[in-house]
């Protein structure tokens, strides 16, 4: 399940850098990136992260609250992928310590965590206006 989840991870990165929009799964996470505006917590990312540690401590500290607040439900999952997409978009660009690689790194490790199965996507084959949420 392991290389699954990373090449899973590796493949949302790169759909989303390449506007590659024809999965279910890259659909949602534009429209929740277009429902909801992720840019005051990506902005703290950018302002109180300096270094790949801090922004590990910050990336894992934020998942570890999430999912012991509201659990590996299938809907934060699906957040939380678009909010990494949306994250590095930030990132990339302002950061010279950043790389896209780190990300991927860090959502591998949380989703593992979460026993996350690639392959069990509740919204395989659905569309549709932040639904899911």
Same mark, same amino acid.
């Given at each position: 399940?392991?290389?699954?989840?990373?090449?899973?991870?590796?493949?949302?990165?790169?759909?989303?850098?390449?506007?590659?929009? %024809?999965?279910?799964?890259?659909?949602?996470?534009?429209?929740?990136?277009?429902?909801?505006?992720?840019?005051?917590?990506?902005?703290?990312?950018?302002?109180?992260?300096?270094?790949?540690?801090?922004?590990?401590?910050?990336?894992?500290?934020?998942?570890?609250?999430?999912?012991?607040?509201?659990?590996?439900?299938?809907?934060?999952?699906?957040?939380?992928?678009?909010?990494?997409?949306?994250?590095?978009?930030?990132?990339?660009?302002?950061?010279?310590?950043?790389? %896209?690689?780190?990300?991927?790194?860090?959502?591998?490790?949380?989703?593992?965590?979460?026993?996350?199965?690639?392959?069990?996507?509740?919204?395989?084959?659905?569309?549709?206006?932040?639904?899911?949420?």
């Amino acid at each position: 399940m392991d290389r699954e989840i990373k090449k899973f991870c590796i493949t949302c990165f790169t759909d989303w850098k390449n506007d590659n929009f %024809t999965s279910s799964l890259m659909q949602m996470c534009k429209e929740i990136c277009e429902c909801y505006d992720f840019h005051s917590i990506t902005e703290l990312f950018y302002t109180t992260t300096t270094s790949n540690e801090t922004f590990k401590c910050a990336y894992q500290l934020m998942c570890d609250k999430l999912f012991q607040q509201f659990g590996a439900k299938p809907q934060y999952i699906l957040t939380l992928i678009a909010f990494s997409l949306q994250l590095d978009v930030r990132m990339q660009p302002l950061c010279s310590w950043y790389q %896209t690689d780190l990300l991927i790194n860090l959502l591998h490790n949380v989703l593992q965590k979460v026993d996350f199965n690639p392959r069990n996507l509740p919204w395989n084959n659905r569309r549709g206006n932040c639904s899911l949420l």
